[in-house]
């Protein structure tokens, strides 16, 4: 069985940082694509930054230069480091097993798995 489990969310100062992890089991995250999404309240899902299967990487315009997504293949996790983080940065961050940005299209409906969310709350 596969799962993909988030940690890392929580309180935090606008300008402080947050590092959020995916955790997987059952899958090897080093064959797979590996995305963040986020979701305010009463909104879908949006893409904030991704990793291919060949760690291609794309980031949505309004993270870009304050969060970096990783790979710690010997852990079998990726990571999405948040710096600098905003008001506008609230949000249920997920990770799933796709990535899609710029020119990046890797998602597959046979093995697109999601993580249960983790909530990242900016506040002063």
């Known amino acids: 069985q596969v799962q993909l489990v988030e940690s890392g969310g929580g309180l935090v100062q606008p300008g402080g940082s947050l590092r959020l992890s995916c955790a997987a089991s059952g899958i090897n995250l080093e064959n797979y694509p590996v995305g963040w999404y986020r979701q305010y309240p009463g909104k879908e899902r949006e893409g904030v930054s991704c990793i291919s299967s060949s760690d291609r990487i794309y980031y949505e315009e309004s993270v870009k230069g304050r969060f970096t997504i990783s790979r710690d293949r010997a852990k079998n996790m990726v990571y999405l480091q948040m710096n600098s983080l905003k008001f506008e940065d609230t949000a249920v961050y997920y990770c799933?097993?796709?990535?899609?940005?710029?020119?990046?299209?890797?998602?597959?409906?046979?093995?697109?798995?999601w993580g249960q969310g983790t909530q990242v709350t900016v506040s002063s």
């Open positions: 799933a097993t796709r990535c899609i940005g710029d020119n990046i299209v890797e998602v597959s409906s046979k093995s697109d798995y």
